[in-house]
């Protein structure tokens, strides 16, 4: 089974940063493992595309050295199995309520003792049964590794009951859904959310598990680094492109080229067809 680059970078209690793809083109995740990241967060929780998709980007991904970090939604703990058999090294289960939905998606992720994981070796993670099965329980339950997400209030509460869970490798909080869900939606500077961050931060502290979460540029990074943080995630291919076609448009604008660019549009705006 293919080693991760994750887990072994924790092991050493090193930073780990991934970055997000959006994009089902197998070349973009080739590329991005290519240029050596730590890991790719793959998101089935809210893109479309299907586990069969996600086994074509995750075989690009395998050109290089980079893990795949795959997002399903939440209670779909049969995709779970799924995922891992089509090669992601890491699960990132959303939206976790307390220890007893921690412990269930261990169960899902995890093989004997640890969890009730099914058995399939015809896949790539083993791959395709070239490995004594024995061995290759082994190495997956060592090589796998599982993130809970702490998304709300109740879940931030019991952030440390949740960390203690076995088979539970880290936590990692959400600040996009925290926000919305405490009632204050995008303010990411707000005191709660910084509090937020640093309760996460000692509920990992105090087990013994590793935590994360988007850092939003250098400096954010630098502090959530001072704070413990190793697992850190850094913007995705829709905004670099946006970005860059933006660009694009401010230097050649002046020049006299013309653009009708409808994401330039108020919210209001856009939504009214305005």
């Known amino acids: ?16 940063l991934l970055t997000m793809l959006h994009f089902t083109d197998p070349s973009v995740f080739e590329m991005t493992s290519l240029m050596g990241f730590d890991g790719i967060w793959m998101d089935l929780e809210h893109h479309f595309y299907s586990v069969e998709t996600a086994a074509v980007m ?17 209670g779909e703990f049969m995709r779970i ?24 998606a261990v169960k899902w992720t995890k093989f004997a003792p640890l969890g009730k994981r099914g058995f399939d070796g015809g896949n790539p993670d083993m791959p395709y049964c070239s490995m004594p099965m024995a061995d290759y329980v082994r190495h997956a339950n ?33 600040p996009a859904d925290y926000s919305v869900l405490s009632g204050i939606p995008g303010q990411f500077e707000s005191p709660r959310i910084q509090r937020a961050v640093e309760a996460v931060a000692k509920a990992a502290k105090n087990t013994g598990k590793h935590w ?3 850092a939003f540029n250098a400096d954010h990074a630098r502090w959530l680094l001072s704070l413990g943080a190793t697992v850190l995630c850094h ?8 970005e860059g076609l933006k660009r694009i448009q401010e230097q050649f ?22």
């Open 142 to 174: 060592e090589q796998t590794f599982l993130l809970m997400q702490i998304e709300e209030q109740q879940a931030l509460d019991a952030a440390e009951a949740i960390a203690r869970v076995e088979g539970v490798d880290g936590l990692f909080f959400g």
């Open 1 to 16: 089974m293919r080693p991760s680059v994750v887990k072994a970078k924790l092991t050493r209690n090193q930073p780990v």
């Open 253 to 274: 604008r002046p020049l006299g080229f013309q653009f009708s660019n409808q994401l330039d549009r108020t919210a209001q705006g856009y939504l009214q067809g305005k």
């Open 81 to 104: 199995g799924r995922l891992l058999e089509a090669g992601a090294q890491g699960i990132m289960y959303p939206r976790c309520d307390g220890p007893e939905e921690a412990a269930e």
């Open 212 to 214: 994360g979460t988007p």
């Open 58 to 74: 995750m075989r690009a991904a395998r050109v290089g050295t980079a893990d795949i970090l795959a997002r399903c939604a939440k």
């Open 235 to 242: 913007n995705a291919d829709l905004v670099l492109v946006k």
